[in-house]
């Protein structure tokens, strides 16, 4: 049970966070919160919490790598690209737009505070910018997925 309530602080300190960290909040379609770990061993983390789901990470891309090859600096920034082919294709059924959304996408960087930071988009966002209909219910079960990988992710 303590286990359960932990969980739930951190769900809602996640949501809290989120629009604080989003830029311009709930229009950007973004939920973010901050990670008490660097950001490869975030990424690290991260990637543990989806395969411990079931889900397959397709790609993780390093930024800040691609930016110096082309002579360039950014902080450390990774994306990991992940998913399950089952749900994504449901949605893709009911509207091929969201195709382009999908995979799901975690964003980790290093903010210029030196702070790490996740981010990714809200599975209600996808529904807004898509008009999934009735499809939009597996959007409920994305949404916890996705919260319960950024709180095992930061723990």
Sequence with gaps: MQKLGFLGLVLILIY???????GDGP??????????????????????????RGLGV???IDHAAGATKAGLELPPTELLIFGNPTAGTRLMHCNATVAIDLPLKLLIWEGADGI???????PAWLDSRH?????????????TVLAEIVAATVE
């Design 16 to 22: 809290s966070a989120s629009w604080a960290l989003a």
């Design 27 to 52: 229009s950007n379609g973004l939920v973010a919160t901050i990670s008490p770990h660097g950001v490869a061993e975030t990424a690290d983390r991260a990637e543990a919490a989806i395969a411990g």
């Design 58 to 60: 397709f790609a993780r």
């Design 116 to 122: 790490t930071q996740v981010a990714y988009n809200a």
């Design 131 to 143: 008009g999934l209909g009735d499809c939009a219910a597996v959007l409920d079960n994305i949404d």
